[in-house]
């Protein structure tokens, strides 16, 4: 057995040094912060690694958007499998600015004020919805010009393009994506405002479609090509899923890192371990894998530092 180490830090402590030190102390969720780390380290030094990133929205409506964004720009990341709503902060945030709240202010008041709450990130109609329909009409219909039916992942790298004479166009997680050829997978693309407004385009266009299968095609071919896959799983849902369930077709994940505030007693797949999907397939029986607890504005950062 190895022993418990205590250990200090200082005010010369560099974050990476805290985490080594989080490994010595063998204690609680900061083991789990150590493990995930030198996980992390891993799949990047495998070079036959396929490296994907999901999440949720919500998250890119905090400054972890920046995170997230130089991934893609320096490539630590392969694919990312995400929610509609991602799109929506991060087109919305290019022109307009969110800010910050509090989680226990009143949601009434704020109504009447035409202010949005995610949890304690504040939203402004004029910020989120408003906006997005004034700048987002104008490019579904150029690219409704160019082509009538596309496949999702190709649609968001046509939006990076579209954007990328902005001036804060380098801020965006999607001008990224686009110019590294990376691509962002939506299994649910119409659950947000990016996708309502390609709805409404629709209302009078019927022959703009989405070809969903091709995604689902791309993203397939990606993971059974690769001779080892690994995975970043924030939170759980159908970005989660849509991961696992893929790579079971190549008898699981060999890398996979979860961090997720929901429990496993419920049976949710948000909360369930990365230890549950070997039962499924989904994760290999060898894999080195670990499920972390905790938000994941504060553990991402410190995991992948």
Not at 36 to 42: M, N, P, R, T
Not at 219 to 242: C, E, N, P, Q, Y
Request: charged share 25%.
């Amino acid at each position: 057995m190895k022993s418990v180490k205590d250990y200090t830090i200082t005010d010369k402590t560099t974050i990476k040094e805290l985490v080594k030190h989080f490994g010595d102390a063998g204690g609680f969720s900061a083991k789990k912060v150590f493990q995930a780390s030198k996980i992390y380290q891993k799949m990047q030094s495998d070079k036959d690694c396929f490296k994907i990133l999901s999440h949720p929205a919500c998250i890119v409506s905090t400054g972890l958007r920046g995170v997230i964004k130089n991934l893609i720009k320096t490539k630590q990341v392969d694919a990312i499998m995400t929610t509609c709503g991602t799109l929506d902060h991060d087109l919305a945030r290019l022109w307009k600015d969110y800010y910050q709240g509090a989680f226990n202010m009143d949601d009434s008041e704020l109504h009447q004020k035409g202010i949005n709450r995610l949890g304690n990130i504040l939203v402004p109609n004029e910020c989120y919805g408003e906006v997005l329909e004034e700048k987002l009409q104008p490019i579904i219909k150029k690219l409704y010009t160019q082509k009538k039916v596309w496949n999702v992942h190709e649609l968001i790298w046509a939006f990076g393009e579209a954007i990328k004479d902005e001036p804060h166009a380098k801020d965006t997680i999607i001008y990224w994506a686009w110019k590294n050829k990376i691509p962002i997978y939506l299994p649910g693309p119409l659950d947000g405002a990016w996708g309502a407004q390609l709805w409404n385009f629709w209302q009078m266009h019927r022959d703009f479609n989405l070809n969903l299968f091709e995604d689902d095609q791309d993203f397939f071919i990606r993971v059974t090509d690769a001779k080892t896959a690994g995975a970043v799983m924030l939170g759980g849902g159908i970005s989660k899923h849509h991961v696992i369930w893929f790579n079971q077709f190549r008898e699981g994940l060999d890398y996979a890192i979860q961090i997720s505030t929901a429990v496993e007693y419920d049976g949710s797949l948000s909360g369930a371990q990365t230890r549950e999907a070997i039962s499924w397939g989904k994760v290999k029986k060898d894999a080195t894998h670990v499920t972390v607890e905790g938000d994941v504005t504060v553990l991402l950062p410190l995991i992948i530092i």
